[in-house]
């Protein structure tokens, strides 16, 4: 495949009616209902299986500077920039066993980060962690979570196993009391809430979910007992297993070639086939890595965010898969003007979407040796209506005989029963289903964790946002003082490297509660005017992503094909992009000092 080479031999319209056709199988009228969250009778498959001894302990009852909710990359950036402020008062409550978040739930066989590792990956500089691959194997990441708890010494301040369950803001001790599952008291003058989109696990309302009596689990659930082996494959107690996995996203790509090594039958159950690019993963060039200078790795970041916000740049650091598709339409964009040509943009970047998938089909039709199943993993819409996905083994364990990929034609697994899944009136005996079906990404920060937030005069978040989200910058809300969101999307920002996103809110919030505690300002409010001047901004910057999403096959960026009555955080991000963004909020802390 060559990156620049323009493919001419397709038809653009007989192609947009192909994407609307394949669209059109996979709209649903229960659109998200369709999914069922971890709660009630289906509340186990939320259990944490890497606990292996419930930890006991006495509640705590506690006043401290800072609270950080969730110990996953979004509080760990949070709390190393405490600590890097010199604030030293604060608490970290997660409900997992140990730091990680994401990379701690998700242990499931051959997983890996997505985004390059040098840009991914937090603080590589300052905590002395050399990922050994440029993609780097989840465990690894997980390690380098708890190294950053160790090196900023964390692990002391940290309450696991522990989740908020309430956050009530005192008006008297204008402090906000935080209550947990273990009965602890915290009473914070400031709260960071860091929990991430990944946080809320999916399942399929698929009928008669309950009925199955095999092994049923979700992928951020693994469990080892049943399967055996690691992260790094092994899984041999399913060499007379037949095993379902429904979901073809970024999970089940990473699963299934592990699955493929040693289960007796692997059968995928698509409804939608995600985009996949080589991967190229490989080893770390250590000397290359030691030979960086000081401070490469926040330029190499703000490098991959400049180009994949779209923005005029003078080289490709990262220059991989992600970059590729950014590079390519700056190119074409450059190629035009040169030329004189006046071609709109949106008609340019179409042009290269239709090129590049063009691509991705070839690449199955090169990789997947049976026709039939090679037509079947052809994804058919524009590029960015799903997240982009690379690997260097998925498309190839296809061809393994144990493996079927079971085409649902866009509708999905119509039922399970007691020992099958199926898919109309085909039935497929299976022994185990590992149900690799997402996240609520969209969730916001405290219906993720599951509590309510308590503002002033009693206003719950959820009431005050019962008609949207009302905030500045995607991060504070007026009602709610001394009260961060790390990690918020809606009316913030967005970035496929997610960490990027989390050391720009977290700065911002650090810089903020570190300033006042030194002045000795116990309540700092974001005010109504404040919020309505952001919303003006956000109005004015918007870009129109209705039509883009509307066209796209159903999936979370869409709101499952529900994008113009219901649109998701993508829709309510600030326009301007991430970079912008983070110049608009620093101006914003500089003219809030400015003014005391
Ligand atoms: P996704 O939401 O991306 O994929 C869920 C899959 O389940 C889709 O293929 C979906 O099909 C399918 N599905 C849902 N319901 C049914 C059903 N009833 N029948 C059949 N199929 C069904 O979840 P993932 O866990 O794969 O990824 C979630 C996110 O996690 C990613 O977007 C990414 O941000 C992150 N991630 C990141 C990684 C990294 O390396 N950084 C690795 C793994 C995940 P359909 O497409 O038709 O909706």
Same mark, same amino acid.
């Given at each position: 495949?060559?990156?620049?080479?323009?493919?001419?031999?397709?038809?653009?319209?007989?192609?947009?009616?192909?994407?609307?056709?394949?669209?059109?199988?996979?709209?649903?009228?229960?659109?998200?209902?369709?999914?069922?969250?971890?709660?009630?009778?289906?509340?186990?498959?939320?259990? &944490?299986?890497?606990?292996?001894?419930?930890?006991?302990?006495?509640?705590?009852?506690?006043?401290?500077?800072?609270?950080?909710?969730?110990?996953?990359?979004?509080?760990?950036?949070?709390?190393?920039?405490?600590?890097?402020?010199?604030?030293?008062?604060?608490?970290?409550?997660?409900?997992?066993?140990?730091?990680?978040?994401?990379?701690?739930?998700?242990?499931?066989?051959?997983?890996?980060? &997505?985004?390059?590792?040098?840009?991914?990956?937090?603080?590589?500089?300052?905590?002395?962690?050399?990922?050994?691959?440029?993609?780097?194997?989840?465990?690894?990441?997980?390690?380098?979570?708890?190294?950053?708890?160790?090196?900023?010494?964390?692990?002391?301040?940290?309450?696991?196993?522990?989740?908020?369950?309430?956050?009530?803001?005192?008006?008297?001790?204008?402090?906000?009391?935080?209550?947990?599952?273990?009965?602890?008291?915290?009473?914070?003058?400031?709260?960071?809430?860091?929990?991430?989109?990944?946080?809320?696990?999916?399942?399929?309302?698929?009928?008669?979910?309950?009925?199955?009596?095999?092994?049923?689990?979700?992928?951020?659930?693994?469990?080892?007992?049943?399967?055996?082996?690691?992260?790094?494959?092994?899984?041999?107690?399913?060499?007379?297993?037949?095993?379902?996995?429904?979901?073809?996203?970024?999970?089940?790509?990473?699963?299934?070639?592990?699955?493929?090594?040693?289960?007796?039958?692997?059968?995928?159950?698509?409804?939608?086939?995600?985009?996949?690019?080589?991967?190229?993963?490989?080893?770390?060039?250590?000397?290359?890595?030691?030979?960086?200078?000081?401070?490469?790795?926040?330029?190499?970041?703000?490098?991959?965010?400049?180009?994949?916000?779209?923005?005029?740049?003078?080289?490709?650091?990262?220059?991989?898969?992600?970059?590729?598709?950014?590079?390519?339409?700056?190119?074409?964009?450059?190629? $035009?003007?040169?030329?004189?040509?006046?071609?709109?943009?949106?008609?340019?970047? $179409?042009?290269?979407?239709?090129?590049?998938?063009?691509?991705?089909?070839?690449?199955?039709?090169?990789?997947?040796?049976?026709?039939?199943?090679?037509?079947?993993?052809?994804?058919?819409?524009?590029?960015?209506?799903?997240?982009?996905?690379?690997?260097?083994?998925?498309?190839?364990?296809?061809?393994?005989?144990?493996?079927?990929?079971?085409?649902?034609?866009?509708?999905?697994?119509?039922?399970?029963?007691?020992?099958?899944?199926?898919?109309?009136?085909?039935?497929?005996?299976?022994?185990?289903?590992?149900?690799?079906?997402?996240?609520?990404?969209?969730?916001?920060?405290?219906?993720?964790?599951?509590?309510?937030?308590?503002?002033?005069?009693?206003?719950?978040?959820?009431?005050?946002?019962?008609?949207?989200?009302?905030?500045?910058?995607?991060?504070?809300?007026?009602?709610?003082?001394?009260?961060?969101?790390?990690?918020?999307?809606?009316?913030?920002?967005?970035?496929?490297?997610?960490?990027?996103?989390?050391?720009?809110?977290?700065?911002?919030?650090?810089?903020?509660?570190?300033?006042?505690?030194?002045?000795?300002?116990?309540?700092?409010?974001?005010?109504?005017?404040?919020?309505?001047?952001?919303?003006?901004?956000?109005?004015?910057?918007?870009?129109?992503?209705?039509?883009?999403?509307?066209?796209?096959?159903?999936?979370?960026?869409?709101?499952?094909?529900?994008?113009?009555?219901?649109?998701?955080?993508?829709?309510?991000?600030?326009?301007?992009?991430?970079?912008?963004?983070?110049?608009?909020?620093?101006?914003?802390?500089?003219?809030?000092?400015?003014?005391?």
């Amino acid at each position: 495949m060559s990156g620049d080479r323009p493919t001419t031999n397709y038809d653009p319209a007989a192609l947009k009616e192909k994407y609307r056709e394949e669209r059109d199988k996979r709209l649903r009228a229960d659109r998200d209902a369709q999914f069922q969250d971890a709660t009630g009778v289906f509340e186990h498959f939320a259990d &944490d299986p890497f606990i292996k001894e419930p930890l006991q302990r006495a509640p705590v009852s506690e006043q401290v500077d800072v609270l950080v909710v969730g110990g996953g990359f979004g509080g760990l950036i949070s709390a190393s920039k405490l600590v890097k402020a010199g604030v030293t008062d604060f608490r970290i409550v997660e409900q997992g066993g140990d730091f990680g978040g994401t990379w701690y739930w998700n242990r499931y066989p051959g997983i890996r980060c &997505d985004i390059e590792s040098y840009v991914y990956m937090p603080m590589l500089e300052e905590v002395g962690t050399i990922p050994s691959e440029r993609y780097a194997k989840g465990a690894e990441i997980f390690g380098h979570c708890q190294a950053i708890g160790r090196h900023f010494d964390l692990y002391d301040r940290a309450l696991f196993q522990t989740r908020v369950t309430r956050m009530d803001w005192s008006e008297e001790e204008a402090r906000w009391i935080v209550g947990t599952d273990r009965g602890d008291r915290i009473e914070a003058r400031h709260v960071m809430i860091g929990q991430g989109p990944l946080m809320k696990i999916k399942l399929p309302g698929i009928p008669g979910i309950q009925d199955f009596e095999g092994r049923i689990f979700h992928s951020s659930r693994w469990d080892y007992d049943y399967t055996g082996g690691d992260t790094e494959g092994g899984q041999t107690r399913l060499a007379d297993k037949r095993v379902a996995v429904i979901g073809t996203g970024a999970t089940s790509i990473q699963i299934v070639p592990k699955l493929a090594e040693h289960a007796e039958r692997v059968y995928i159950f698509q409804r939608t086939p995600s985009t996949i690019a080589a991967r190229n993963n490989g080893p770390t060039d250590v000397a290359w890595f030691k030979s960086q200078p000081k401070g490469w790795q926040k330029a190499r970041m703000e490098n991959f965010l400049t180009i994949i916000s779209g923005l005029p740049h003078k080289e490709d650091v990262v220059g991989d898969g992600w970059t590729d598709f950014w590079t390519r339409f700056a190119k074409r964009m450059a190629e $035009q003007a040169a030329s004189g040509a006046d071609r709109p943009p949106p008609e340019i970047m $179409q042009e290269v979407d239709f090129e590049k998938m063009e691509e991705l089909r070839a690449q199955v039709r090169e990789l997947v040796k049976d026709p039939k199943t090679a037509e079947a993993a052809m994804p058919w819409y524009n590029y960015l209506c799903k997240r982009p996905l690379f690997s260097d083994n998925y498309l190839q364990s296809l061809n393994e005989e144990n493996i079927t990929l079971v085409d649902t034609e866009g509708r999905g697994v119509t039922g399970i029963s007691a020992h099958a899944v199926h898919v109309g009136d085909d039935r497929y005996e299976v022994d185990c289903i590992i149900l690799a079906t997402g996240f609520d990404v969209g969730a916001r920060a405290h219906e993720a964790g599951g509590y309510e937030v308590t503002g002033r005069n009693g206003v719950t978040l959820s009431a005050y946002w019962s008609d949207g989200v009302k905030s500045l910058h995607g991060t504070q809300v007026h009602g709610f003082p001394n009260f961060h969101i790390v990690g918020g999307t809606a009316q913030g920002t967005l970035a496929f490297n997610y960490t990027h996103v989390l050391e720009i809110q977290g700065e911002h919030a650090v810089d903020q509660i570190a300033c006042d505690l030194a002045e000795g300002i116990d309540v700092s409010e974001v005010s109504e005017e404040e919020q309505a001047e952001w919303y003006a901004l956000l109005k004015a910057k918007k870009v129109d992503k209705q039509k883009f999403y509307e066209e796209c096959t159903p999936g979370f960026l869409n709101n499952e094909g529900n994008f113009r009555d219901k649109p998701t955080f993508v829709g309510s991000a600030y326009g301007g992009g991430p970079v912008e963004y983070t110049g608009i909020i620093a101006e914003w802390r500089q003219a809030r000092k400015a003014r005391r």
